[in-house]
């Protein structure tokens, strides 16, 4: 993989199939776009290169749980991988309808990070 490609993003919109804890005890979901592809989204807890902003904090991972849930629809920003296998390094949008080709008002990840409570 390039060095660019770490840097380089790409977002992904679908409703999520699964929700499974991974062996590094991350958040990853199984997300359906609307043209039938399947990604495996991990949201990487920790600060590293793959979380860059450290937006998902380890402390706020109850946040992500009661949000990302089977049969949601949710609008990622996510690493850029030819596989589909994807790092998610911001949640843009959740939503129980189809999220098709519109901005998030708010930035669902500064929410997150900035939560009390």
Do not use: W
């Amino acid at each position: 993989m390039a060095l660019v490609d770490y840097f380089r993003g790409e977002r992904i919109r679908g409703r999520v199939i699964d929700v499974y804890n991974t062996d590094k005890n991350d958040i990853a979901a199984v997300v359906e776009t609307d043209n039938g592809s399947r990604y495996a989204v991990n949201f990487t807890l920790g600060n590293n290169l793959f979380n860059l902003y450290g937006i998902l904090a380890p402390c706020r991972r109850e946040n992500l749980q009661r949000l990302i849930k089977p049969e949601v629809y949710i609008d990622v920003g996510a690493q850029y991988s030819k596989t589909p296998f994807k790092t998610a390094y911001r949640l843009n949008q959740v939503s129980s309808q189809p999220i098709y080709n519109q901005q998030a008002s708010r930035s669902l990840a500064y929410a997150l990070h900035n939560h009390q409570g």
